[in-house]
T-cell receptor
Framework: RKEVEQDPGPFNVPEGATVAFNCTYSNSASQSFFWYRQDCRKEPKLLMSVYSSGNEDGRFTAQLNRASQYISLLIRDSKLSDSATYLCVVNHETYGGSQGNLIFGKGTKLSVKP | NAGVTQTPKFQVLKTGQSMTLQCAQDMNHEYMSWYRQDPGMGLRLIHYSVGAGITDQGEVPNGYNVSRSTTEDFPLRLLSAAPSQTSVYFC?????????????FGPGTRLLVL
C-alpha cells in the first residue's frame, strides 16, 4: 500500500463549484500534513498546512482526522486560477524532532472551466 | 533572497554520460533534498542532507551521488546516465528541526536521457 494515496483525477468542474479532495496516509507516526499546489511544469508550492483542529484560508479548508488517517481539502467558489494539481504531503518526523522527509501523494489534477 | 536555484533548466544526455545538477539556496537552511518527479509516480526522494558534510539516501538513490561541502550548495551527480533517469528533478530546502514548516522548492531541472 502506498504511503499517501489521493483521489484519482482529473476533476473537471465549472467556475463557482465546490470541490473536495481526499487523501489517506498509512503511517500512523506521521506528524505534519500539508497540501501543496503544483502548476503545470512548475515546482510544488505550499498551499496550506493541515492542523488537527482543521484550518481555513479564504476559500480553502483543510481537515485532518488522525484516527482515520485521513486528510481533506475543500475548495469553495472555484476560480479558473485554481486549475492545478493538488498534492497531499505528510512528514514523518524522526525521533528527537529531527528533520523528517516529505512523502508525496501522486496528486489530483483540477481543471476549472468557465 | 533568490530562494532555491537550480541549473540547468533543461538537459539532454546520451546514455552513459555523466553530469551534475546544481542546487543552491541563500536562506541558510540546514536541510536540503533532491526529488525526482515522473508521470503517475509523484515526487520521490533521492538523497537528502541535514547539514554540511552529512548526506543520506532517500527512496530512490541508485544511480545518483550527492555531497554537501557547504550549507548553500547540494549538487546531484549522475555518474552514468540511463534512460530510466529521464525525469524532472527538484531540489528543496527547509530549516532543520522544523518539520512542520514548508519546504522551498527550486524551479526544477528537466532531464532527457537518450
Amino acid at each position: 500500500r502506498k504511503e499517501v494515496e489521493q483521489d484519482p483525477g482529473p476533476f473537471n468542474v465549472p467556475e463557482g463549484a465546490t470541490v473536495a479532495f481526499n487523501c489517506t496516509y498509512s503511517n500512523s507516526a506521521s506528524q505534519s500534513f500539508f497540501w501543496y499546489r503544483q502548476d503545470c511544469r512548475k515546482e510544488p508550492k505550499l498551499l496550506m498546512s493541515v492542523y488537527s483542529s482543521g484550518n481555513e484560508d479564504g476559500r480553502f479548508t483543510a481537515q485532518l482526522n488522525r484516527a482515520s488517517q485521513y486528510i481533506s481539502l475543500l475548495i469553495r467558489d472555484s476560480k479558473l486560477s485554481d486549475s492545478a494539481t493538488y498534492l497531499c504531503v505528510v512528514n514523518h518526523e524522526t525521533y528527537g524532532g529531527s528533520q523528517g522527509n516529505l512523502i508525496f501523494g501522486k496528486g489530483t489534477k483540477l481543471s476549472v472551466k468557465p | 533572497n533568490a530562494g532555491v536555484t537550480q541549473t540547468p533548466k533543461f538537459q539532454v544526455l546520451k546514455t552513459g554520460q555523466s553530469m551534475t545538477l546544481q542546487c543552491a539556496q541563500d536562506m541558510n537552511h540546514e536541510y536540503m533534498s533532491w526529488y525526482r518527479q515522473d508521470p503517475g509516480m509523484g515526487l520521490r526522494l533521492i538523497h537528502y542532507s541535514v547539514g554540511a558534510g552529512i548526506t543520506d539516501q532517500g527512496e530512490v538513490p541508485n544511480g545518483y551521488n550527492v555531497s554537501r561541502s557547504t550549507t548553500e550548495d547540494f549538487p546531484l551527480r549522475l555518474l552514468s546516465a540511463a534512460p530510466s533517469q529521464t525525469s524532472v528533478y527538484f531540489c528543496a530546502s527547509t530549516p532543520l528541526g522544523r518539520a512542520w514548516e514548508t519546504q522551498y522548492f527550486g524551479p526544477g531541472t528537466r532531464l532527457l536521457v537518450l
